[in-house]
Nanobody, 118 residues
Framework: QVQLVESGGGLVQPGGSLRLSCAAS????????MGWYRQTPGKQRELVAA???????NYADSVKGRFTISKDNAKNTVYLVMNSLKPEDTAVYYC????????????WGQGTQVTVSS
């Protein structure tokens, strides 16, 4: 198991930047993948970015070139740097840890609100 705590959300103007952090309760070195998802009211949660244990990354088309996911194994923390933010990026952002052993297990943080508005 792993507990995840997100931080860094808030209100930002269009074109601005934010950095989200996700602190894990255990080592993330061997976790299959860590990711950021987002959700708006009435819509399904969607993948924003993910980083695998081997450091390969995957991004939603809508954020490519603007968002960067990274991790610090020594701090058990995953980051999402969001640049050139747009109003459509407004959502609750959730950190995800996917652990694959015999089965696949997903763990979620409590979410952090990001609002992009002038």
């Amino acid at each position: 198991q792993v507990q995840l705590v997100e931080s860094g959300g808030g209100l930002v103007q269009p074109g601005g930047s934010l950095r989200l952090s996700c602190a894990a309760s255990r080592s993330i070195f061997s976790i299959y993948s860590m990711g950021w998802y987002r959700q708006t009211p009435g819509k399904q949660r969607e993948l924003v970015a993910a980083i695998a244990s081997g450091d390969s990354t995957n991004y939603a088309d809508s954020v490519k070139g603007r968002f960067t996911i990274s991790k610090d194994n020594a701090k058990n923390t995953v980051y999402l740097v969001m640049n050139s933010l747009k109003p459509e990026d407004t959502a609750v952002y959730y950190c995800n840890a996917r652990i694959v052993t015999i089965g696949r297990y997903d763990y979620w943080g409590q979410g952090t609100q990001v609002t992009v508005s002038s």
